[in-house]
């Protein structure tokens, strides 16, 4: 009996020494490959040159188009140089935090029948002040809910409140606003519904006609005003992006069959390279069929996360840049597309430091501009696109 459980266990402790070898060849295969990838990635010989002394809104005015950013109150009022140079490079603005319910250090309703319009304001003059187009972003989101909101809202009030909302929001910057993402981040395949929505407070309080519901108020407050859906995860070639493009094509498809007021979509843009790969041919279809529909496209948060990415910082600004141009060069082929914004404009500021930082502790590098506001090749590829795109 125990020559049988010696044996047993030498056979299990080989076993065992067999399935970790298996194991750290699988790992060091993985790794292998992700190297090749990312070399893949980069061309130490390409060029980002660029000719002229324009700035980017410049570039992208000569060929029909606007470019710009986000940023918040706080930090445009504490750095008067980087309020300068979102006023060079851009002809539109987008507020980060401030026509949100709630977000960051700002609070637009603090209450069910309360509204704190001093922060969303102030961006409202801003833009004004310096001739940029303002964006309003967001009217409906499940991600920026007041604390409030889980205690006191139901299916009897929900619509009231809606309503409320997007009256007198959307009546108060009349006028002022070039679009409004109206709805945010409402699909979600991976939530099992047919339809592709995603489960939110307003799915369930409301029904599936919410999204028309917003767009129709939203119309009635601003008929002037550019109304889009916007969302993430539409640009890489993996069966999770390609199952919300199909899911948000649908729904563009369902709007527009309703006589649903919208008038574009957005496309957030936030870039991975190193984790996903890219195909120009897929996303150019899936353009071409919104643009099908009538909508217009503007591509609203752009950046390019570094995380996946080595730590060497002139080998990272290539690939940084070389996917910068990469994607704008298929996305403005599209004609429908009239805008581009990066979500932000300096490295300094990028939500990505905080959200998605690098294991190495680096600091990130997805933006425009590094840290002290200089351009970096990210620039350069930005201008090259918008010098090459076709005239809208």
């Known amino acids: 009996m125990n020559q049988i459980f010696k044996l047993t266990s030498r056979r299990n402790f080989l076993f065992a020494l067999g399935a970790l070898a298996a194991s750290s060849t699988v790992v060091i295969s993985r790794i292998l490959e992700r190297h090749q990838d990312i070399e893949a990635l980069d061309n130490p010989q390409r060029n980002f040159t660029v000719t002229q002394e324009l700035s980017l809104k410049q570039r992208a005015a000569a060929k029909g188009l606007f470019y710009g950013t986000t940023s918040t109150k706080s930090l445009l009022a504490a750095n008067p140089a980087y309020m300068a140079a979102i006023v060079e490079n851009c002809s539109m603005f987008v507020p980060e935090w401030e026509f949100k319910w709630t977000a960051g250090d700002t609070t637009l ?9 001093t922060a969303a304001d102030w961006i409202a003059d801003f833009a004004a002040t310096h001739k940029l187009l303002l964006r309003g972003h967001t009217l409906v989101w499940h991600e920026s809910l007041p604390k409030w909101f889980k205690d006191t809202v139901n299916r009897e009030n929900a619509q009231q409140l809606l309503q409320n909302h997007i009256q007198t929001v959307v009546k108060r910057y009349a006028g002022k606003i070039h679009s409004w993402d109206v709805v945010n981040e409402a699909i979600e395949p991976d939530d099992g519904r047919d339809d592709g929505l995603r489960i939110t407070p307003w799915l369930e309080s409301l029904g599936t006609n919410y999204i028309d519901l917003a767009f129709r108020l939203t119309a009635e407050a601003d008929p002037k005003a550019l109304l889009f859906y916007n969302d993430y995860g539409l640009d890489y070639d993996t069966p999770k992006h390609e199952a919300k493009r199909t899911a948000v094509l649908k729904l563009l498809e369902r709007l527009k069959s309703k006589d649903t007021p919208i008038h574009g979509l957005g496309i957030q843009g936030h870039l991975s390279p190193g984790k996903y790969k890219f195909n120009s041919q897929k996303l150019r ?21 570094d995380n996946y990415l080595p730590q060497d910082i002139t080998l990272r600004d290539r690939i940084i840049a ?14 429908a597309v009239i805008a581009v914004l990066t979500w932000g404009l300096s490295d300094r500021y990028s939500w990505l430091g905080e959200f998605k930082p690098r294991s190495d502790k680096a600091a990130v590098r997805p933006l425009p501009l590094d840290q002290k506001l200089r351009r970096k090749l990210a620039w350069n590829a930005i201008a090259r696109a918008f010098d090459n795109a076709p005239i809208r």
Do not use: H
């Open 285 to 305: 279809q899936f353009l071409a069929d919104v643009a099908s529909l009538g909508l217009k496209i503007i591509i609203t948060e752009m950046d390019v996360a």
């Open 109 to 117: 309703r603090p209450g069910f029948d309360k509204f704190d319009f």
């Open 322 to 335: 070389a996917t910068y141009e990469d994607y704008l060069s298929t996305v403005l082929d599209e004609t």
